[in-house]
Each structure stands twice: as structure tokens, then as C-alpha cells.
């Protein structure tokens, strides 16, 4: 039995080199450098003749009759560094909008709460009429809800609203309201919430509206800008790390805008905090 023992260094400064493979040539055993470049290689007299080899990713392999090398007490083997030159390669963005926009929508559940959680939130309701506001409701409410899945119904509030306290004009009865819309306004927009209540057409048809605007930056992040034009106005801001949904803009188009009441506006504002 022939042993072989010995440091694998680097050659420039000295530094132990770990986990480098040590073998013979064309046979198939070997064994591998410890943390400190160490290691005892134990084979059979039958390889005296053999060649010694030595490689590690990043230096040049080293090679040495097995003869000149057993029984040394001491060895220390350097290696030389080797250089590599590789093709040069441009790293391109060649994700499409469709493609940014189906990541994020399937990673919804990742970047959204899982678990339950409990928000404060302020809501006001104005209405006017030619210009003249004719009646407020505000209220403070604290909102329940268990987590972002998808919900069996998009149209159906999830949502648990408790109102802390309600305040309204005395003209919130004007006979003008009759005009707008009786519903709850308050479960209007929470139903609003786009993500949420996964609010975007499934058809490909509508991811192929989608386009690239120029990236942006926000909170640190670099963001993907996406935007849409049909018989609305859509922009989308998307994070580049974990395909988050940042924030939307939606518009209707002067068409769709001039098919309400002349004169006749409805506005909700939220302000909303964790």
C-alpha cells in the first residue's frame, strides 16, 4: 500500500485550496482536499507508475509521477490560477408585458397577506350637482378580512366592515341624490380592489393589450411600467424582484366619461391605513 499526503495551496498567496479532487490517472479512484488543503491518498502498490492528478475549478491541474511523491512528510503542492476567456454575453429584458403580467398575477398569493389581518380605514362620499356639493358621508370603520386567495366570487364582498363612527350632511337626503347610484358605496370600493378580487380578464385578448412602458424605480426597487389602451386607460406598475403589483391607474375614455348624467359627478375617496 503506497500513500500519498500532502497541502494543495495556492500558488500566489499561499491560501489552502478545499475540496480539490486528487486521482489517478485513468483509474477510478481518488480522493478530495479538507478545509485546510489537506489529504492522505491510500492505493495499492500496483500504481507506483502512475501519474498523480490534482484539479480544482480555477487553477491549472497539476500532474506528477506517483513515485516522486510517496513518503514525502511535509509535501506542499501549488497550484497556478488559471484564466479562462469566455464569449462575451449581453444579458437582454425580453419579457414581454403579457408575460410580466401573467407572473404576477399567478404569484398574487406569494406577495399579498396569507393570513388574517385587520385594517383601519377612513371613507368619504361627495356628491354634486353643476358644480355645488349636496351631500357627504363619512365614516371610520375597521375592516376584517382572512387572506388575498382567490375568491369563489369576484363580485361577492369578502370583507368584514365594522363602522366606528358615521357622520353625514343634512342635505345627504337632497332629492338629487335620487340621481346616483343607491348602492353601498363603501362595498363598491372595496369591490374595487383590483388584485384582490383578480379583477383582470382571463382572455388573452386582454394581456395582449398590455405594452411596455419605460422602467421606473419605486421604494428601492426597479419596477416594470405596463399600460393599456382600449375603451379605458390602464397602467400598471410591477416589481422587478417578486412580480409584486405595486399600485394601478385606471381611466375611462372622454367616450365612456360622457355617458354620465351631464353635471352630475359622484366621487369616493379612502384613505387607508395598516
Known amino acids: 500500500m503506497l500513500t500519498i499526503s500532502a497541502t494543495v495551496v495556492d500558488k500566489e498567496n499561499g491560501e489552502a485550496l478545499a475540496f480539490a479532487t486528487i486521482s489517478l490517472k485513468n483509474k ?7 478545509l485546510q488543503g489537506e489529504f492522505d491518498f491510500h492505493f495499492s502498490s500496483d500504481y507506483a507508475n502512475d501519474t498523480l492528478f490534482i484539479s480544482i475549478l480555477g487553477y491549472t491541474t497539476y500532474e506528477a509521477p506517483v513515485g516522486t511523491l510517496v513518503n514525502r512528510e511535509g509535501l506542499t503542492i501549488p497550484l497556478t490560477r488559471s484564466t479562462t ?11 414581454r408585458a403579457d408575460e410580466i403580467m401573467s407572473l404576477a398575477l399567478t404569484r398574487i398569493t406569494n406577495n399579498f397577506a396569507d393570513q388574517p389581518y385587520v385594517m383601519d380605514g377612513f371613507y368619504r ?12 358621508l363619512e365614516a371610520a370603520a375597521k ?12 363580485f361577492k364582498l369578502r370583507e368584514s366592515v365594522a363602522l366606528v363612527e358615521v357622520r353625514r350632511s343634512l ?3 337632497n332629492k338629487f341624490t ?17 388584485v384582490k378580487y383578480r379583477q383582470f380578464p382571463d382572455e388573452e385578448s386582454f394581456l395582449h393589450l398590455l405594452s411596455r412602458s419605460p422602467d421606473s424605480y419605486y421604494d428601492g426597487h426597479d419596477i416594470f411600467v405596463l399600460t393599456a389602451s382600449s375603451d379605458f386607460h390602464l397602467k ?19 367616450t365612456q366619461i360622457l355617458k354620465k ?3 352630475m359627478v359622484s366621487r369616493l375617496e379612502a384613505d387607508e391605513e395598516n
Do not use: Q
Open 178 to 194: 335620487a340621481y346616483f347610484d343607491e348602492n353601498n358605496l363603501l362595498e363598491n370600493l372595496l369591490l374595487h380592489n383590483s
Open 85 to 95: 476567456m469566455l464569449d462575451e454575453v449581453v444579458v437582454v429584458d425580453s419579457l
Open 28 to 34: 477510478s479512484i481518488g480522493t478530495i482536499s479538507n
Open 171 to 173: 342635505g345627504y337626503s
Open 236 to 254: 400598471i406598475f410591477i416589481d422587478k424582484m417578486n412580480y409584486g403589483i405595486i399600485h394601478l391607474e385606471y381611466e375611462d375614455t372622454p
Open 261 to 263: 348624467r351631464k353635471g
Open 125 to 136: 362620499d361627495i356628491k354634486k350637482v353643476g358644480g355645488t356639493y349636496i351631500s357627504l
Open 143 to 154: 375592516i376584517y378580512d382572512e387572506d388575498y386567495k382567490a375568491p369563489r366570487n369576484r
